[in-house]
């Protein structure tokens, strides 16, 4: 126990790791797009609904999946809004989570959930019910079965320029994707393609990357929100019992990304804009899958914490302030 404190001592001191890729983003002109139309309202007024709503992703059945942190549980509904199935709550248990960081749909419509304090991936079938679960370690995010062999394959945390492990494989590393740039931001989203591919964005940075069925790298995009890279502060700390560590870390006031979400359509993907600008939290940027380019800009009425896009075509908002709400809208 000793021990473990001491590491997350260490892995606190380090903080958000990162390595700077100097000068900052020029921005884009955005375009504004048609207004949504709102079309499905869930309002938890009561607080029965929802304890404390984290996350959206959209499921292969048309519907949507819903993440509560609150009670550790996962919940399914149906493009109409309605409650299909409910599972989940905190704890070590078959069935149970503590910390899920990545929840992903499989081919065959499971549910697929990365759990980092559990330290274990489990695997819902498409009734909500445990089919299976594996040990992972320091895994962030789940990645296209279409990178390994196995099965499945992860992102994971810490990792330097590691860009996934697999079951019982070694990482695999990539070279830089900004060419003579120094190195990328270590802390990094995915966002899975219908297509097996992968688009990735890294937190102190408006790059995207976009990555081909088999990991390697097709392009990068600058993005229309521009993030500058902050200055870093340098570390040379050293713990008793555990060693000397030496690294950077982000100053706490750094403007973070335009967050890739698991939001997409076999031609676009959606991306909200988390810098702080009179826009934050409120729009959601579109590119182009094939080319990368910058298609327009959706303006929201409310700062949302999640989006999704259903299997139609609709968009799939979270709110989670004052009153949690999910809105579906209908994108002209």
């Given amino acids: 126990m000793r021990d473990r404190m001491l590491i997350g001592r260490a892995l606190g001191l380090l903080g958000a790791f990162v390595l700077v890729v100097h000068g900052t983003a020029e921005a884009q002109d955005r375009k504004w797009l048609p207004p949504l139309v709102e079309e499905v309202t869930i309002e938890d007024r009561d607080g029965l609904l929802f304890s404390s709503p984290g996350g959206l992703r959209a499921s292969p059945r048309g519907g949507f ?20 199935w409910e599972t989940g709550g905190r704890g070590e248990g078959p069935g149970e989570f503590a910390r899920p960081l990545d929840y992903e749909f499989d081919a065959d419509g499971n549910l697929m959930v990365v759990d980092e304090s559990n330290v274990r991936l489990t695997v819902l079938d498409p009734n909500g019910d445990v089919v299976a679960t594996d040990r992972v370690e320091s895994a962030r995010q789940i990645l296209p079965t279409g990178f390994v062999p196995d099965g499945w394959a992860v992102m994971p945390v810490l990792k330097g320029d590691s860009l996934w492990v697999s079951r019982g494989g070694a990482p695999r590393s990539v070279l830089s994707p900004f060419g003579d740039l120094e190195r990328i931001v270590t802390e990094s989203w995915a966002a899975n393609l219908k297509s097996g591919g992968v688009v990735v964005v890294y937190r102190w940075s408006s790059h995207i990357v976009w990555l081909r069925p088999d990991g390697s790298i097709r392009g990068v995009t600058q993005a229309v929100e521009p993030i500058p890279f902050p200055e870093p502060v340098w570390l040379n700390e050293t713990v008793p019992g555990v060693g000397r560590f030496r690294g950077t870390k982000v100053d706490p006031n750094a403007i973070e990304l335009t967050q890739s979400q698991p939001a997409y359509d076999a031609e676009r993907i959606y991306m909200r804009a988390l810098g702080r600008t009179e826009h934050s939290r409120k729009v959601v940027d579109t ?13 929201l009425p409310h700062a949302v914490s999640s989006i999704a896009v259903l299997e139609d075509g609709r968009l799939v908002t979270l709110e989670v302030n004052l009153i949690p709400t ?7």
């Fill in 65 to 84: 999946v819903l993440y509560d942190w609150g009670d550790a549980s996962f919940r399914e509904f149906s493009a109409s809004g309605d409650l299909v």
């Fill in 287 to 299: 590119y182009a899958i094939a080319t990368g380019e910058y298609l327009g800009s959706y303006r």
């Fill in 326 to 332: 999910v809105r579906i809208w209908r994108i002209e």
